[in-house]
């Protein structure tokens, strides 16, 4: 069992930063692929990020290529997902989730949602114009 718990999530304008967390437990962080996601209301989820164990190989949607940054501490049990040049239509409920099946590989397709086994309860971001 992981279990996953976001923060960070908030209130900013257009063109703000903002980094969400995600904090991990119940199994070794290191030996596990991460990812974030995002549904806004209305819309599928759809996926932001991921990145693998070491963090070496990540990927991106590319709706928000150059703007994010996914990165990971595993001292720290943690995933961040660093948001800048923030637009409105980033607002949505982010998600993390793990992939435990993989042995912290990514998948030939990060994207997907069904490759991954554990999710988080999401934060809300919220971008003003």
């Known amino acids: 069992q992981v279990q996953l718990v976001e923060s960070g999530g908030g209130l900013v304008q257009a063109g703000d930063s903002l980094r969400l967390s995600c904090a991990a437990s119940?199994?070794?962080?290191?030996?596990?692929?991460m990812g974030w996601f995002r549904q806004a209301p209305g819309n599928e989820r759809e996926s932001v990020a991921a990145i693998n164990w070491s963090g070496c190989v990540t990927y991106y949607a590319d709706s928000v290529k150059g703007r994010f940054t996914i990165s990971r501490d595993n001292a720290k049990n943690t995933v961040y997902l660093q948001m800048n040049s923030l637009k409105p239509e980033d607002t949505a409920v982010y998600y993390c989730?793990?992939?435990?099946?993989?042995?912290?590989?990514?998948?030939?397709?990060?994207?997907?949602?069904?490759?991954?086994?554990?999710w988080g309860q999401g934060t809300q971001v919220t971008v003003s114009s």
């Open positions: 119940g199994r070794t962080f290191s030996s596990y692929a």
């Open positions: 989730a793990a992939d435990v099946s993989r042995h912290g590989n990514l998948g030939l397709r990060p994207e997907t949602m069904s490759g991954y086994d554990y």
